[in-house]
Each structure stands twice: as C-alpha cells, then as structure tokens.
C-alpha cells in the first residue's frame, strides 16, 4: 500500500520536473531549469529570511519602545490616575480624555503563536503585546491631560478589541477618563 | 458642550436628566493604508493608519453623541461609554454613549 503511495508521488513528482523542464512562456522566466525541489527551497529560504529579519527587528523596535515609554513616563507624575468617581471639593472644570493606540505582530511570531496556541497556556508574546499597547494607551491619555493643563484623571477604563485590518489583524487598546483641574 | 465619563460635572450640579443620547460610526481606510499596513506587519508595532482611524471614529462618534445631546437642549454628557468593534475586514464600529442633563452652577462653588 505505502509502495503504491510513494510511487505516485514519485510519478507526479517527475510529471511536475517534466512540465517545469518545459514550461508554458508565460512561466519560463520564473521557473526554467529548476526541479521542483529548487523551487520549494528557494523560495521557503526566502520567505523564513523576510520573516527572520523582520523578527530581529521588532524585537529591537519592542526593546526602544518600552525604554521611550519609561522616559515618557517620568514626565507624567504631575498627573494623578484613579478608577473612582470621586472628584473632590476642588475640583472645578473637566472633560473626558481619551488615548488609544493600535498594535500588532510581526507576521513570524504570529506564525509561532498559532503553533503555540495547538498546545494552550499562557501565550507570552500575546501578553507582552497588550501590556505594551496598554501603557502606551495609558500614556497617550496621561499625555493629553497634561496637554490640557488637567492635572487628575478620575474614573479611568480599558479596553480592548480585536481590529481585522484587509491584510493583517491587530489589536486595538483604548484609555478614557474624565481629566478634572483641582488647583 | 462638556463630556465626563462620571456622573456629574466638577463645579456644576445636574439640574434635569434628558435621557440617553448615542452616536456611533463605521469607518475604513483607503486600501492603500492597508497595503501599508501589511508592510508594517512584516516588523510588528503600532500600525499608524489604523490608529487614526479610530482616533477619527471615535472623534466623529462623539460629534454625533453631542449633535444628538444638542437637540435635547443639553448643557454636558455625562458618564459616557464607548465601544470599539471590528465589523469587517479594515472596517470598525465606533460608538459614545451618555446620558444627556442640564446644569445649573453650584451655589457655594
């Protein structure tokens, strides 16, 4: 039975070879003289290639993004942050503040979250993405209540939501809040 | 027009509840800041034109939360809401929701 498999395939394997020997005009300059072999190496290299360097760089551009949050952060503690309703008795102008930021993946480590998924668990670079898109949210919101001369945040939410792009999916992380002037 | 996410505004008291006011949008980009964004995808990190879209949704959103608060006769939204989702392929629904008062100044402010 596995004799029979194999020599099919080895049958459809020369058939391929045979019409990559000759092929149409329209395909010669793509294929000619190559085997199918050549064309799956080629091509696999190069794509694993894209997807390595890609992954090399996102991983430096993480590493500068978290250090430029931590910078940005250290001019933010003028602003104070809280999840409560309470506005205080000085408190006398505000409006709602907004930040929002969307983020995604090099398409590699996608490709390792959906091997990594088969298996379950914690899926680490999924966590790291959101924590980062979250404090960067977290930021932006920090950063335009500072802009408008606020100087409390009250009544801070997060959220989260799935943004299917035509090509690529990401996530998208928002911040909103009621920024209030207490001085 | 005055929007808070809580439910009253600092300084003035609520002086009358209008009721619910809503806006919400859906919006996509040109396919040309989606093919850019497929180039984006090949190093990960924040996909700008897509960041600018909800940024615009939700900015239109609220616009439509306050036009319909201005009908009402309203002074401030307050303990507003909002929700993002993805409704196809480089699409998203935005959506603000309130609730509409007027205000009178507190006396003792």
Redesign the interface.
């Known amino acids: 039975m596995s004799n029979d498999v194999a020599s099919e395939l080895d049958q459809l394997n020369q058939s391929v070879n045979e019409l990559l020997a000759n092929p149409p005009d329209w395909l010669a300059d793509w294929v000619s003289g190559s085997t199918l072999w050549d064309l799956i190496v080629n091509n696999g290299l190069q794509a694993v290639g894209i997807g390595a360097i890609g992954w090399l760089l996102a991983t430096y551009l993480e590493r500068r993004h978290n250090a430029q949050m931590s910078a940005r952060e250290e001019l933010l503690t003028g602003v104070r942050v809280s999840t409560t309703k309470k506005t205080g008795p000085t408190a006398h102008e505000g409006t709602m503040v907004v930040g929002s930021v969307v983020i995604a993946h090099d398409f590699f480590r996608t490709l390792i979250i959906q091997l990594r998924k088969l298996i379950g668990g914690n899926i680490k670079p999924y966590e790291r993405l959101v924590t980062r898109g979250r404090r960067e949210a977290f930021i932006r919101l920090r950063e335009e209540a500072a802009l408008r001369g606020l100087d409390q945040v009250i009544n801070v939410r997060f959220g989260s939501s799935h943004i299917s792009g035509r090509f690529i999916s990401s996530v998208e992380l928002v911040a909103y809040g009621t920024g209030i002037k207490t001085r | 027009m ?10 003035q008291s609520v002086a009358e509840e209008l009721g619910l006011v809503l806006g919400s949008t859906v919006r996509g980009k040109h ?1 040309g800041k ?2 850019a ?2 180039f ?8 700008k034109g ?2 600018d ?3 615009e949704g ?1 900015e239109e959103a609220i616009s439509r939360m306050k036009n319909h608060a201005v009908k009402l006769g309203a002074d401030a939204v307050i303990n ?7 409704i ?3 699409a ?1 629904e935005l959506m603000a929701y309130g609730t509409a008062v007027k205000l009178t100044p507190t006396e003792n ?1």
């Open positions: 005055i929007i808070t996410n809580i439910e009253a505004v600092p300084g396919v989606d093919i964004a497929f984006k995808g090949l190093v990960g990190g924040e996909i897509y960041s879209l909800l940024v939700r507003v809401r909002m929700t993002t989702s993805s196809t392929g480089g998203a402010a």
